[in-house]
């Protein structure tokens, strides 16, 4: 691999810093240095000229289904077969990095080993994708969110259904040995389940504790779905590393999380709410005032108000989750930074460290993504336009002019030519 020069640009790092204009040096898969106002470039490096452009990390989906895609009913994740079901994850995947999300943070999937294909074939640079932490199923328990299982038809939903702490253990080693990177708890009830309602806690403790020891002995990761003050505080006390919605919370909850905000994310998904209340899932049967049956507005309130004070305590938050309905397409996730700072008080660069920071911590321990900085892996989008100013920039892809995942070009539209440069002088820029 050879070395890269993107020359002129208005650098966003994600570092806290105020934007810079200079020049970033790639070599290999790693940001070699970041030049203030520029610099030398070195023999034989391919140039971008980004006058007048901004240059950021690439972003996280921290919430991710890649095996959805217009999905309007439970049955749209049961019925297909994998085999169909695996080119409808490469899709997803495919969407996700055409929009600027160079990583995904994995949630469940429909079937199990779904993400973990497509997974491996990203990797292998033989699909189109971002970097993915794969998600299975979701495991759940008897009677709770995904299981869609009636006495009289025990059909099997997108789910694994346990009972007790040693089905629970084997349910989680299972998906560790089939090569899944993020287990999903079911831990809380959900609004699409009637009988049992987002502040109900299905799951115990005991089982939550001991999904938690076996994949950290596997060196995996637990999410849990979990809107219930009682199931996320079994969540923190076992460990759990990313907690997903979370709508309900008192002040020890809240305490909880700010003591425990340097080994936890947070991911809030508060777009699928936005577009029931608005009206955007209307026309698939979801209409406001079906919202309101489903508790829907007092879901809202309750996330407003919970996630506000996570900002100003210091958790850290993901963006992205719950994409890939028939009203919210795979790929529109970056419509969650504008949430960000209508509903929970973000300024847009506050946001944008949420979709490019924080998820390259959630992605990777080692600190080493999400950032433009020095020997950090090369992910980031050039754009048309400052998110710093609009965010909502960031939702038009014709306006992410390049993208690059891994030190490798996904997308150059930015209407420079590649130019090698002679020893010991600076390129001139072209374009």
Wanted: a negative charge.
């Amino acid at each position: 691999m050879g070395s890269t020069v993107i020359q002129g640009a208005s650098i966003w790092d994600a570092t806290g810093a105020d934007p810079f204009t200079g020049d970033v040096l790639i070599e290999g898969n790693r940001i070699r240095a970041v030049l203030r106002g520029g610099g030398p470039c070195p023999p034989g490096a391919e140039i971008v000229d980004a006058t007048g452009l901004f240059l950021m990390p690439g972003m996280t989906e921290g919430h991710t289904h890649l095996s959805f895609e217009n999905v309007t009913r439970t049955e749209d994740l049961i019925t297909p077969s994998p085999e169909r079901q695996v080119f409808t994850a490469a899709r997803g995947a495919k969407a996700l990095i055409d929009a600027g999300f160079t990583s995904a943070y994995g949630a469940s999937e429909a079937k199990l080993r779904l993400a973990v294909a497509v997974r491996d074939e990203v990797e292998a640079g033989r699909l189109p994708g971002p970097r993915i932490r794969a998600g299975g199923l979701e495991i759940s328990v008897t009677g709770a969110m995904g299981d869609e299982g009636k006495e009289h038809d025990p059909r099997i939903g997108p789910a694994t259904i346990v009972d007790g702490v040693e089905e629970m253990r084997r349910a989680v080693r299972l998906h560790c040995r089939e090569g899944v990177d993020n287990v999903k708890l079911d831990v809380s009830g959900d609004p699409f389940y009637p009988s049992t309602p987002a502040n109900t806690t299905p799951m115990t403790f005991e089982e939550i504790r001991v999904a938690v020891e076996t994949a950290h002995a596997y060196g995996r990761k637990i999410n849990a779905h979990t809107r219930s003050i009682a199931g996320s505080k079994a969540c923190l006390r076992a460990g759990v590393d990313a907690l997903f919605h979370c709508e309900y919370a008192d002040e020890e909850l809240l305490d909880m999380m700010e003591e425990a905000r340097d080994r936890m994310f947070v991911v809030p998904t508060v777009g699928l709410f936005h577009q029931i209340l608005k009206g955007e899932a209307s026309a698939f049967g979801l209409t406001p005032e079906v919202g309101g049956y489903m508790n829907i507005p007092e879901l809202m309130e309750n996330s407003i108000r919970t996630h506000t004070e996570l900002r100003k305590r210091g958790v850290r938050h993901l963006i992205g989750g719950d994409y890939g309905f028939g009203w919210s397409k795979q790929g529109e996730q970056a419509r969650d930074l504008q949430f960000f700072v209508e509903y929970y008080g973000y300024s847009p660069a506050a946001a944008l460290v949420c979709a490019t920071r924080n998820g390259g911590l959630a992605m990777r321990a080692q600190g080493d993504l999400g950032t433009l900085t020095e020997g950090a892996l090369a992910d980031l989008i050039l754009v048309d336009g400052d998110p710093l100013a609009d965010v909502s920039v960031l939702t038009e892809t014709a306006r992410l002019l390049l993208i690059m995942k891994d030190g490798q070009m996904h997308k150059n539209d930015s209407g420079a030519r590649a130019k090698a440069s002679p020893a010991g002088r600076k390129v001139e820029k072209v374009g």
